[in-house]
């Protein structure tokens, strides 16, 4: 067993948490561990890792806490979201790894004349080998542990490839699970989207059909656009800054109709009864900083749990300071069972 040098030892609270985490493992797939700050959460999710000699991924609730991690276990790999990586030769700052388009041919003069129709490329990375978020990613992939946070796991693994699939999955700050949940589900359209898209407002606030009739809407508008996106996009040098302002249109416009797609579903969606509409038309007079925006949440995340989360692995550690009523929060997460 490998401590790290400011952890000489471990207490004895410690090894009891972890003899009864390893236990419970051999009776399920999903443990929660609520210990109080300062108990050393992350040492006894790093010597259980161990133990078990499973690869993991651990999982942050912000990229703060995955480099304080980082710091602690600097033997781990880091990845992070595809926008926190520059590009090898961006011409300017406002491109990052989430603007690559890598796609088969397509070369640009700083290409090497050993180029052909069947390479990988990228305009903003020669070679796209040496890309600093593809790179990141095969080595994450590769290592026995990688840190990462709940926004780019969830991205990850529902939109795929997931990466991830068999590992032991220790998720920090669990208590904070339902919230990014939340976010990562709710459809958030702001003022300017609505403008741009054409896409008005509900009729009616407090009806769930006219919530529908807006969404069915919508939606068509929004696969039209998309459309038109992909078309403009193949009309315009990859390397431009149009080039650049249309990839951004269209992952957002993407997005959105992903979204509104699950609002119409019949089971999970607006027709279950399980969402809120938290929008507010904008008014002349209003003050209201996020006036004009349309928000769709779910009031339960139970239902989406599985599809999420739980089906992408195979044995999850769930941690946290403050789980005030364990029944409550286990059936919140769809563990009723």
Request: proline share 6%; glycine share 4%; aromatic share 8%.
């Amino acid at each position: 067993m490998q401590l790290p040098e400011w952890a000489a030892e471990l207490r004895p609270d410690q090894e009891t948490a972890i003899t009864d985490i390893i236990e419970a493992f051999r009776h399920t797939d999903i443990v929660i561990l609520e210990a109080p700050t300062g108990s050393g959460k992350t040492l006894i999710g790093e010597v259980v890792r161990q133990k078990l000699n499973l690869p993991t991924v651990y999982v942050c609730s912000s990229i703060e806490l995955q480099h304080q991690f980082m710091r602690d276990f600097p033997y781990a790999k880091l990845i992070l979201g595809r926008s926190n990586y520059e590009t090898l030769d961006a011409p300017n700052p406002a491109i990052d790894c989430g603007d690559c388009n890598i796609q088969k041919g397509g070369a640009c003069d700083a290409c090497p004349d050993s180029f052909t129709d069947q390479s990988s490329h990228c305009p903003w990375c020669h070679p796209v080998s040496d890309c600093p978020y593809r790179v990141a990613k095969e080595e994450a992939v590769k290592a026995p542990l990688v840190c990462t946070n709940i926004s780019y796991f969830l991205h990850e693994t529902v939109y795929g490839p997931n990466s991830f699939s068999g590992r032991l999955v220790i998720i920090d700050e669990a208590d904070t699970l339902e919230k990014a949940f939340i976010s990562f589900i709710e459809l958030s359209l702001t003022s300017f989207d609505i403008l741009t898209w054409r896409l008005g407002y509900p009729d009616l606030k407090t009806k769930e059909k006219s919530w529908e009739e807006w969404c069915l809407d919508s939606l068509q508008k929004v696969r039209k656009l998309c459309s038109q996106l992909e078309e403009q996009q193949k009309s315009i040098e990859p390397n431009s800054s149009d080039s650049i302002l249309i990839s951004k249109q269209l992952s957002r416009a993407t997005s959105a109709r992903s979204k509104l797609t699950v609002l119409l579903d019949p089971e999970k969606g607006i027709p279950s009864g399980n969402w809120v509409y938290a929008g507010e038309k904008a008014s002349k007079a209003s003050k209201v900083p996020d006036a004009g925006s349309i928000i769709f949440k779910p009031i339960y995340v139970a239902p989406y749990i599985n599809d999420l989360l739980w089906k992408h692995s195979k044995k999850f550690l769930l941690m946290s300071a403050t789980i005030i009523a364990p029944t409550v929060y286990a059936k919140s997460l769809g563990l009723e069972g």
